[in-house]
């Protein structure tokens, strides 16, 4: 049986195994390092006054494992199934890219739709991807009547809108899966 807590950083409810108590963990949403409680209070009180003689000098840092029980805390949005989600929305613009052309904004737009109103910070990701993949499809079609009205001379700047999903579109997932906010450079923010 397992012990259930909240992350004191950023409000992620996690859980243990009852063994761990004592010892430290890392969160896997924020990364910050804390104590697992003891929440019975006897049981805690009774450990403080035992010396701990086969306690390792070393401390290892169990793996908790964020408790499926629904959405998230309201207090911070940065669980692990939202970071999953807002990931997904960043990186959904390289596979639209790889699967079905130019339509590389409609992984963002179903995750926005889906999530604007459970999760702010996976709304505003997806937003934010979806800005961005709107922009690299007014960039496509500005380079494509450029190299019409030019008879063909501006056909490598048509290179510019995969390098920019290549790059962009890995930078983006990266930075989010840590848990911070993402905003893409030269992007025209359409959606507010």
């Not at 804390?34 to 006897?42: A, C, F, H, V």
């Not at 963002?108 to 979806?130: D, N, R, W």
């Amino acid at each position: 049986m397992g012990i259930r807590f909240i992350c004191e950083k950023c409000g992620n409810e996690l859980e243990v195994p009852e063994a761990s108590i004592g010892k430290k963990a890392k969160c896997p949403a924020c990364a910050s390092v804390m104590r697992i409680p003891d929440l019975q209070p006897e049981r805690s009180q009774q450990a403080e006054e035992l010396p701990r003689q086969n306690e390792p000098q070393r401390q290892e840092f169990p793996h908790p494992r964020t408790a499926q029980t629904g959405r998230p805390l309201a207090s911070n949005p940065l669980g692990l199934d939202d970071r999953v989600l807002a990931t997904l929305a960043h990186a959904s613009g390289i596979i639209g890219m790889l699967t079905v052309g130019i339509l590389g904004f409609l992984g963002p737009l179903v995750i926005y739709l889906m999530c604007q109103e459970t999760s702010k910070f996976v709304a505003s990701q997806a937003k934010e991807a979806l800005n961005f993949q709107i922009s690299l499809l007014l960039l496509s079609v500005a380079v494509m009547l450029l190299s019409l009205l030019t008879c063909g001379f501006a056909i490598p700047l048509i290179l510019v809108v995969p390098v920019m999903q290549l790059v962009f579109g890995i930078i983006a997932p990266i930075q989010v899966w840590s848990g911070k906010k993402y905003l893409y450079p030269l992007t025209i923010r359409i959606i507010k």
